[in-house]
């Protein structure tokens, strides 16, 4: 991808202390301008701004429920005022629950697919329409999970929901590649790359063995799995497990 001299990153869910905004730091000391989203963790994200700002990054925040399709458009409209273009754009907001399918409700369902598929797609349409009127077009990251292959009890709404990720990823693009073909969308299937913040010793070891790899909790990997991917210019609708082996790997005997 061609880049220009002060490119644009924007990376929902990234306000919380999580894998988004691992990746926004990496991009920011790549040199990126960065776009920090977030829809309750105001208090976290002002927090990586100041951060930032003492780091030499220049950084904004911009909040939104990325289900509510007004909402997106404001954030993207706010966005293009304060910096003007979109070259970059990694799909971290997400949900997820444990529950029992007996416990399932329609309306859980629907939530899960609004956040998890719906809040894909809205940014990442409004993000590529954005790129396609670029030159040097762009690149969207979107967020599956290693688990749509092999999946496990009590996360029927959240497989679903990141399982048309994969699928979506494809179309747009497709969609976006017609409009400008610098403009690549591909997906990253993550595995254990942080742990849960309620996870204790054994979980943490059972999460590590769980792995061809045998290690875990790694989010730089992350990290660097989307720079290649904004990087690589010949790479767009691939969708690529990022769980050390896990989707392959049954455990010992």
Known sequence: MSTPSHPVALVT???????????????????????????????????????????????????????????????????????????????????????????????????????????TFLCARRAGLIMAAQEEGGAIITFGDWAIRRPYPDHVAYFAAKGAVHTLTQALAVELARRNPRVRVNCLHPGPVMFPPDAGRKEQRELIAATLVKRADDPEAVAHAVRFLIENPFITGACIPLDGGRSVYAGED
């Open 13 to 119: 869910g990234s306000g919380r202390k999580r894998v988004g905004n691992v990746i926004a730091w990496s991009l920011g000391r790549a040199g990126y301008r960065i776009a920090l989203h977030y829809y309750r963790s105001r208090e976290e994200a002002e927090e990586t701004l100041a951060e930032m700002a003492a780091a030499g990054i220049e950084a904004a925040a911009f909040q939104a429920d990325v289900a509510d399709e007004a909402q997106v458009d404001r954030m993207f409209d706010d966005l293009a005022a304060r910096f003007g273009r979109l070259d970059v754009l990694a799909t971290c907001a997400s949900i997820w629950s444990a529950r029992p399918l007996e416990e399932v409700s329609a309306a859980e369902m629907r939530r899960s697919y609004d956040v998890n598929t719906l809040g």
